[in-house]
């Protein structure tokens, strides 16, 4: 069984930068697409990131030049870093995972809130 457990967040200024971690239990080399998500009160979860276990990237144009997703696998844990942040960012944070075989894992989210 795999779990995810997203940490890093918290509060940071408007420009300022946040390192979120997603930790996977059991075995990332089980996780073929690792991706970030991010969900504001009212609205649906919005893909920010994703990457394979090649190392592919994919960023929502919205966070293009400021996000980096990437994965350690000797660390079991995947990495969103946020630079530049703005108040728009402000949102809790999901990590999933997604089997080859389809099956998918999330995290219970991490908030990130970014002040004017």
């Known amino acids: 069984q795999v779990q995810l457990v997203e940490s890093g967040g918290g509060l940071v200024q408007a420009g300022g930068s946040l390192r979120l971690s997603c930790g996977v239990s059991g075995s990332i080399f089980r996780i073929y697409v690792a991706a970030w998500y991010r969900q504001t009160p009212g609205n649906q979860r919005e893909l920010v990131a994703t990457?394979?276990?090649?190392?592919?990237?994919n960023y929502a144009d919205s966070v293009k030049g400021r996000f980096t997703i990437s994965r350690d696998n000797a660390k079991n844990t995947v990495y969103l870093q946020m630079s530049s942040l703005k108040p728009e960012d402000t949102a809790v944070y999901y990590c999933?995972?997604?089997?080859?075989?389809?099956?998918?894992?999330w995290g219970q989210g991490t908030q990130v809130t970014v002040s004017s």
């Open positions: 999933r995972g997604t089997e080859v075989a389809g099956k998918e894992y």
């Open positions: 990457i394979t276990s090649g190392g592919s990237t």
